[in-house]
């Protein structure tokens, strides 16, 4: 026990000794959040994103299409953005100018580490400027008043060395010329503090992670808790990368980018909690314990000193594992009662890991799933499973028969919550006719009711059902006449009184 904790306090004061000055650049925070790169060196992701509020209308729209003809921006166009552009726009004070001087294509090749080869540098540059976004959301400005940015196009366009500047001057260098809309963002948004000698040291994936993290990171400290925690499926929208299913392939793919994080001790540990996530897949909430770095970013940048509380898990060491240890507990306990009916089993190490492993790929629910599954289909396996290990090989069967039911379960709440909202507006429209009805004068009531009854003999010579017919039709001229709502609209209303 000594030993592990002079080990751990090597470990701190090693990440102490390492940590480099900082040098501060200042970033915007609306586009930040938002993906614009791709960031794998294979294949193609498609950058789209649409949220919805709490009511069901568009919160947020962000689409990026890249252009055919120089490719998608990914990880040297994204450096270009981060630590080129990002620092020459940190460089000058506020308000921003539209034309803004970056450097030479071969200096910026030699700061990228690029060589000499300035064609790939050129081509990332045009990458950039040529993705065209699409986007609609709310920001809030530097005053915190709440703006609607709306955008359909690219964030700035290229002068390159020798080519003309709106001056009529030519361009010695590259030169970017920020397009009206985004300059207009730029010039109104709060800009907030990152460790710019720390983002040069990481990989485009790793540097993403600090980009978005960060955000949280600095919001734990400043609101006295002991953790950061982001959701894996909205990290894998945000930065962008391929989203995985199952727990080993995430661990595998995040540890990759953590462990930077964790040696530098920006984070000292790493939870995961499987849970199900609102498309109905699994999804990891990832809970993010901050190190001695992070700790001192927020207290030079902020000029404020971090809670004691928090300093003193800084000492707990550095670790990545998942958080299922109760709930592994929990779900052996609910097998030895549902299978055998026993209560105060003593889980062996062996089932532990199993039932860790389980939750953290299928989370608690399809996990409990799988043990009734077990034990409804006991006959049909011929043998009662003594051990928690047994249930295992029939979790493909239970977890397509728990998706099964529970895509069924929510189809009858829709198709049920429809019928109801349908049956409701039913008695709206029934009310509103009555109130028009008892509301206009006869004679715009006699006149209604002829002109539809003369067409009906125009269209159709059939008398049967015919004054029902007739009826039905005023009371719908009647319903667009005076403004009762579409089942549409009133839904909406519906949603606002709810909210």
Known sequence: ??????????????????????????????????????????????????????????????????NRDFGEPRQLAFKIDKLVINQRIDELSAPLPQIIRIGSLRDIARELDCGGDTNIVKRAFSQNASAFITAKFKYA??????????????????????????????????????????????????????????????????????????FKMFASFKFRR??????????????????????????????????????????????????????????????????????TEYEQFTKKKVLQQVREQLQL???????????????????????????????????????????????LKRAQFLVDYVDQHTSDIGVKPQHFGFILSYAPQAVAEYEKHRISQEKHRVLQEQEMFEEAYGVYREQKVMEIRARISSEELDLLKSDIKNSFDRNDPNPFGRDRMVEIEIDKELEKRYGVLSFEAWREEQGKLIG
Request: charged fraction near 25%.
């Open 1 to 66: 026990m000594a030993h592990n904790a002079k080990r751990k306090t090597n470990q701190l004061m090693a990440q102490k000794s390492a940590l480099a000055p900082l040098g501060v650049i200042r970033t915007e925070t609306v586009f930040s959040k938002l993906p614009i790169h791709t960031l794998s060196k294979k294949g193609s992701v498609e950058i789209h994103i649409t949220r919805e509020n709490q009511k069901g209308k568009l919160d947020t729209y962000w689409r990026v299409s890249p």
């Open 141 to 214: 400005d530097i005053h915190k008043q709440e703006k609607q940015f709306e955008m359909q196009g690219t964030r700035y366009s290229l002068v390159f060395s020798g080519e003309e500047l709106p001056s009529g001057e030519t361009a010695e260098v590259v030169y970017i010329i920020l397009n009206e809309p985004y300059l207009r963002l730029l010039n109104s948004v709060e800009k907030r503090p990152l460790d710019f000698e720390y983002m040069k040291q990481l990989t485009p994936g790793q540097l993403r992670w600090y980009e978005l993290v960060s």
């Open 226 to 295: 002991v953790h950061a925690k982001l959701l894996y499926s909205e990290y894998c929208l945000s930065a962008p990368q391929k989203r995985h299913y199952n727990y080993d392939a995430v661990k595998k793919q995040m540890y990759k980018i953590h462990r930077p994080h964790i040696q530098s001790g920006y984070i000292s540990k790493v939870l995961y909690k499987a849970i199900t996530g609102q498309d109905g897949k699994s999804d990891w909430i990832m809970y993010y314990y901050p190190g001695e770095r992070a700790a």
């Open 317 to 363: 060491g550095t670790t990545e594992e998942s958080d299922t240890t109760d709930e592994a507990k929990k779900l052996i306990e609910y097998f030895h009662y549902r299978i055998h009916g026993l209560k105060d089993v003593s889980p062996t190490a062996k089932a532990y890991r199993q039932a860790q492993k389980l939750i953290a790929d299928h989370g």
